[in-house]
């Protein structure tokens, strides 16, 4: 099956990590966690929101892999980050990964940007992440998602 080129950028960045992780173009959308939970057949929480946010002072992406089910909480994350923080527009989000909003990976981003990744995650042997476009996902497990951000476990909530 070929796939779309945004989906194959995200497959050549996962090759890359040496993972056997393999991208799926569905004919539901995946959009949302809800979506995507419902096109794929697992549990909102197993899906990861890919989440840009952008710092007020320093102009930083941060990117936050979050579960499906939760919301992230910002004053916190400003704590943690160092910085205040706003939920980026999707001008700033494409033009950081080179992915829209609806389809924004854990991996191939344009430019390199601090990780964040929900805590909750964890909880799963297995989730799904985007794959660079509205309908394309790709299954992995936590420490897969740690292998191809190099995040940091935190709380998001």
Known sequence: MNLSPQAQIV??????????????ELPASTR??????????????????????RGRQSGLPFYIAVSGV???NEAQMEKLLGEP?????PEFVRQ??????????????????AT????????????WAAAGTPNAVFQLTPADLMTITRGRVISVT
């Open 116 to 127: 964040q990744i929900d805590q909750d995650l964890f909880q799963w042997d297995v989730i």
């Open 85 to 89: 923080i706003e939920k980026a527009t």
């Open 11 to 24: 497959q050549k960045a996962l090759s890359a990590h040496g993972l056997d992780l393999k991208v799926l």
């Open 96 to 113: 950081q990964t080179g992915f829209s909003i609806g389809g924004v990976p854990p991996v191939g981003h344009s430019q390199p940007m």
């Open 70 to 72: 939760n919301r992230v």
């Open 32 to 53: 949302t966690a809800q979506e995507a939970a419902l096109a794929i057949g697992c549990q909102v929480a197993q899906i990861v929101k890919s989440l840009i946010f």
